[in-house]
């Protein structure tokens, strides 16, 4: 997690964050059928796409497991160092090898708990490309901050924004919670992040 702020104000980027990865991973790899809207984003960015392991009788379970499990994950804090420690109850249900969070959707619980590696190993793979192309460090952040402040001719005012980056091909960055966005990459990276997150600012500061 990457993480820029003063001694008044806090942006925090979750860029490749695991729990939330996964579940994009299985959305995409066992073709879940869930349509984008509200805290939905849209079709996750997977590649290369694996081969589904569930049948097409399974869809509503399916799809219905997967809902519950991406708003359980929407609804969890912020996560704070040190990570392995501070995970709260309820995301261990969905990250320990048997997905008990997922029990009352058995087909999704079985896929899950097959292809955990699968899933895990496409999030290293991509995190390790990430960190290989300097995408950790976005400058763009604090700049954003201290341009507001000059128009403003102040310091900003105390505030706190967490962003969650996911690899979706999707153009709408959507809100969360009272300070909680989830971003796609493709938006974060582009040429319009600058301004869009000086929108999401200036209510704040």
Do not use: C, N
Request: proline share 10%; no cysteine.
């Amino acid at each position: 997690m990457y993480q820029a702020g003063s001694s008044s104000w806090r942006i925090s980027e979750d860029r490749w964050p695991e729990a939330f990865d996964i579940a994009l991973w299985f959305r995409a790899a066992e073709r879940i059928d869930v349509a984008p809207g509200g805290v939905v984003p849209g079709e996750p960015d997977v590649e290369p796409l694996p081969d589904p392991s569930t049948d097409p009788s399974d869809a509503a379970g399916l799809a219905a497991g997967w809902l519950a499990w991406w708003h359980s994950l929407i609804g969890l804090p912020p996560l704070s160092p040190p990570f392995d420690l501070a995970r709260p109850p309820a995301l261990l249900a969905f990250m320990t090898p048997d997905f008990r969070g997922l029990a009352a959707w058995p087909a999704l619980q079985r896929a899950v708990t097959r292809r955990r590696k699968q899933a895990q190993d496409w999030h290293t793979a991509r995190k390790k490309a990430g960190l290989e192309a300097g995408l950790y460090h976005d400058a763009r952040t604090g700049r954003v901050v201290a341009d507001l402040e000059r128009e403003l001719g102040r310091k900003a005012r105390p505030f706190s924004l967490d962003l969650v980056l996911l690899p979706v091909r999707d153009e709408q960055v959507r809100q969360v919670g009272a300070d909680r966005y989830l971003v796609p990459e493709r938006v974060h990276d582009g040429q319009r992040w600058p301004g869009l997150l000086r929108g999401l600012l200036i209510p704040r500061a």
